[in-house]
C-alpha cells in the first residue's frame, strides 16, 4: 500500500484547508474512508461489533466502518456498537447512519456476554484511565480482566484491540521513539493494567487460536479533545503552557481509526499482531504553543524547561503498512486554533499527557 492511498485533498497538504464550521463538518470529514479502507472491508468475513463504541473515538469509527462498507456494496455486513450510550443522542446520530447500537454495561462483571450479537471482526475499545491511580482494583478489571471474557466470547473472531504507548518507558527525545521490538516498561497501576490487557489477548492467541491486533495508540486528535485542545485552550486563555514533558506523538483520529479498522486484516494467532499508532513527527510542545500564539494572536505564557525524556512511539511499521497520516501537524493546528475560533465544543476531558510518574 502506497502512502497516497490516504493522501487528503491538496488543501490540506499545504495546511491552508479551511477548518470546520461545526460538529457535524468534523464528523464528516473523520468519517470519510480512504479508498483503501473500503478495499480492506469489502473483504470482510463475518459482521463487525465495536465494544466500547460511546467513547471518544467509538462513534466516528462505527460511522467510519458503515461508510465503508456501504460503499464496497456490503450491505450484508452489520455493524454493532455496544456502549451503555449515557448519551442516548450519540445512538440516535449512529442509528441513522445505519449503525446498530446496542446498549449493554461490559464493565458488569456479571454480564452475560453471550446476549451480545456473533460477529467475525471485533474492535476492542473498552479502557479505565483517568482515576486509575486511586482505584487501581477497578483499572485491573477494565483493563485486563475484561479482556479474557471477550476472547473467549469470541473465540473465532479476528480481534483488533485498542492498547497505548504507555506501557513503553519514557525515551530520550532523539531517539525516535520506542518500537515494537523494543522492550516494554510500564509505569503506574494504568499503564501495568494496559499491558495487562496486551498479555490476556496475547494469552488467547497463543493458547486458543484467537486472531488478535494490538494497537498502541497515542496521542488520537479531533479537536474536541486531544494533545492539540489541551495546548491550544491553554494559549487561547493566557494560561501557562508547562514544558516539562517537552515532546508528544500526536495522530489524526480519522487516521488512527481507518488504522485500527484495517488492522484486522492483519490480526494472527501466535504472539499476534502489534503495532505502534501514532503520527511520524517528534512533536514539540514548545513549538506548538508558539503557532498557536501565531494562529490566535496571543503570545503563548511557557513555564518550565524540557525533560530529556518523553513518551514517544516510531510508528515507521504503521506507516510501511498504512501509509502515514493524510492530515500533518501543521495543518491539525491550524484546524485546532479555528475551532477554539469559533468556540465550537470540547469534551473537557484533558488527555493528561505531561504526566510522567503514571498517576492518572
Known amino acids: 500500500m502506497t502512502p497516497s492511498a490516504v493522501l487528503p485533498p491538496p488543501d490540506e497538504l499545504t495546511g491552508t484547508g479551511p477548518g470546520f464550521p461545526n460538529e457535524a463538518a468534523l464528523e464528516e470529514r473523520l468519517t470519510a474512508p480512504s479508498p483503501a479502507l473500503v478495499r480492506d472491508l469489502a473483504a470482510l468475513e463475518g459482521d463487525l461489533l465495536v465494544l466500547g463504541a460511546g467513547g471518544k473515538m467509538g ?10 462498507l456501504d460503499e464496497a456494496g456490503r450491505d450484508d455486513v452489520m455493524v454493532h456498537a455496544v456502549s451503555r450510550w449515557s448519551d442516548p443522542a450519540a445512538a440516535q446520530r449512529l442509528a441513522e447512519h445505519g449503525v446498530r447500537t446496542v446498549a449493554f454495561d461490559l464493565m458488569d462483571p456479571d454480564a452475560d456476554l453471550t446476549a451480545l450479537p456473533d460477529a467475525g471482526n471485533v474492535v476492542f475499545m473498552v479502557g479505565a484511565k483517568f482515576g486509575s491511580s486511586g482505584a487501581p482494583a477497578h483499572a485491573w478489571a477494565v483493563n485486563a480482566a475484561m479482556p479474557d471474557r471477550v476472547a473467549r466470547r469470541w ?26 521490538d523494543d522492550a516494554v516498561a510500564p509505569v ?3 499503564a501495568m493494567s494496559c499491558l495487562g490487557r496486551e498479555r490476556v489477548f496475547q494469552h488467547a492467541a497463543l493458547t ?10 497515542n496521542y488520537a486528535v479531533d479537536l474536541r479533545y486531544g494533545v492539540l485542545a489541551d495546548i491550544g485552550a491553554r494559549v487561547r486563555a493566557g494560561e501557562p503552557v ?10 489524526w483520529q480519522g487516521y488512527a481509526n481507518e488504522v485500527a479498522l484495517r488492522s484486522l486484516r492483519h490480526a494472527t494467532t501466535g504472539e499476534g499482531f502489534t503495532l505502534n499508532l501514532t503520527g511520524p513527527e517528534t512533536a514539540s510542545v514548545r513549538r506548538i504553543a508558539e503557532w498557536f500564539g501565531d494562529e490566535l494572536g496571543r503570545p503563548p505564557v511557557l513555564t518550565g524547561t524540557e525533560a530529556p525524556t518523553a513518551l514517544l512511539s516510531d510508528a515507521s511499521r504503521c506507516h510501511a ?8 501537524l501543521r495543518t491539525l493546528v491550524r484546524w485546532q486554533a479555528d475551532w477554539l475560533r469559533r ?11 505531561q504526566t510522567r510518574d503514571g498517576r492518572f
Open 59 to 68: 462513534p466516528s469509527l462505527c460511522r467510519l466502518a458503515r461508510r465503508a
Open 208 to 217: 486458543r487460536d484467537a486472531r488478535v491486533a494490538l494497537i498502541r495508540l
Open 155 to 180: 473465540s473465532g473472531a479476528r480481534i483488533a484491540a485498542f492498547s497505548t504507548g504507555n506501557v513503553y518507558p519514557l525515551v530520550p527525545i532523539g531517539s525516535g521513539g520506542s518500537t515494537e
Open 321 to 328: 503498512l498504512f501509509g502515514y497520516p493524510g492530515v500533518p
Open 188 to 190: 503506574g497501576e494504568y
Open 242 to 251: 508547562d514544558l516539562t514533558t517537552g515532546h508528544a506523538n500526536v495522530v
Open 343 to 353: 468556540g465550537l465544543p470540547l469534551s473537557g476531558r484533558p488527555t493528561k499527557f
